[in-house]
């Protein structure tokens, strides 16, 4: 099945910091998804970005699928961001293969 | 706008009694529903999904079963529950189609002893 590696796995920055998240993956995918999981569990939406680049407030994302990554730009964290941020992506059938995250700490 | 719930939120089964957790979506028709299990650490595995009543595909042979009986009803059971099936159990659906956003539910907590 298809690879998806996340990088880095864990991250500590302070507020205000920018930060940059990485997903790799082995083959040619129809849907790409960056998910943020909060502290109490819950998945949280923030791109369907299977190509090209998405901007939302502070977020933003970048897929180059012909080289097989995308990119999440965390721009001016705040402690809010803290969480574990998940890239999935769809290569074939219904499945989304997540990757195993990365933890994201944002201390004051 | 569409809402998904699950409950219940949190679960403390012992080993070997049975287990029944419930989705349910709102505000659209005909879903696309999944279940999926993140264990210790924090990978999702996909479980199960359905796309329409009655028709379940499952991902990953084990000792869970799922079940549609409604279209926007999805049930994740089992007759006995194991320890390795403790877990955090995540309902979403998609509308549709196969390259479709997937929304998630809040989740259910299961622990069993």
């Known amino acids: 099945g298809i690879q998806v590696e996340q990088s880095p796995p864990d991250l500590i920055l302070q507020e205000g910091a920018n930060s940059t998240l990485r997903c790799n993956f082995s083959d040619s995918v129809n849907n790409l998804q960056w998910f943020h999981q909060n502290p109490w569990g819950q998945l949280i939406n923030l791109f369907y970005?299977?190509?090209g680049t998405k901007q939302n407030g502070r977020l933003s994302a970048t897929t180059v699928a012909t080289e097989r990554y995308s990119l999440l730009y965390i721009s001016s964290s705040q402690t809010t961001d803290s969480g574990v941020y998940f890239c999935a992506v769809q290569y074939s059938g219904y499945a989304l293969n997540f990757g195993k995250g990365t933890s994201l700490l944002v201390t004051p | 706008s569409q809402t998904i719930h699950q409950w219940p939120a949190t679960l403390v089964q012992p080993v070997g009694s049975p287990l029944s957790l419930e989705c349910t979506v709102e505000g659209t028709s005909n879903p696309n529903l999944y279940w999926y299990r993140q264990a210790a650490g924090r990978g999702l595995q996909l479980l199960f999904y359905s796309v329409g009543i009655g028709q379940i595909s499952s991902e990953v042979p084990q000792n869970l079963s799922a079940s549609r009986p409604q279209d926007r009803q999805f049930i994740l059971s089992s007759k006995k529950l194991l320890l390795s099936d403790s877990g955090f159990y995540l309902c979403a659906w998609t509308a549709g189609g196969l390259q479709e956003t997937q929304y998630f539910g809040p989740g259910t907590r299961l622990l069993v002893l």
């Open positions: 970005i299977p190509s």
